[in-house]
């Protein structure tokens, strides 16, 4: 692989981050493991045994859902994995419970009784 290939895979940004997704390879059953950095190609995940490059994925990320792709490369504890189209990684990111479906008006707004001192 030259140097201009080497650049050119890596010009994606990566967010390093720790979160956990549900896997299957080819048709093997689902299985939970750690995402190490995720990008808009793809992710790094934690691998108990390499993996066959070209292998089938199909990934449950939170905030983004599920998502095909195939192993990119892998060595002990470590694959990558290709996503068969391109997501936005901020989405994973996200807090699932920082929005409010609820009008402005309707929020509790904690204020200070009166009549209550404080010490």
């Known amino acids: 692989m030259t140097n201009e290939q080497q650049q050119g895979k890596r010009q994606r ?3 390093s981050l720790f979160l956990s ?3 299957r390879i080819a048709d093997s059953e689902p299985f939970i493991t ?3 950095n995720l990008s808009a190609g793809g992710m790094m995940i934690d691998a108990t045994t ?3 490059n070209g292998t089938s994925v199909t990934a449950e990320i939170r905030g983004i859902g599920q998502i095909g792709g195939r192993i990119a490369w ?3 504890g470590r694959a990558g994995v290709a996503f068969d189209v391109e997501i936005d990684p901020r989405l ?3 807090n699932p419970g920082t929005k ?3 009008p402005e008006y309707l929020k509790y707004k904690p204020t200070r009784r009166s009549g209550l001192a404080i010490r």
Do not use: F, N, Q
């Open 34 to 36: 750690r995402v190490r």
């Open 92 to 94: 994973a990111r996200a």
């Open 100 to 102: 409010s479906v609820l």
């Open 21 to 23: 997704a549900s896997v």
């Open 74 to 76: 892998s060595s002990p």
């Open 13 to 15: 940004k990566r967010d």
């Open 50 to 52: 390499e993996l066959a």
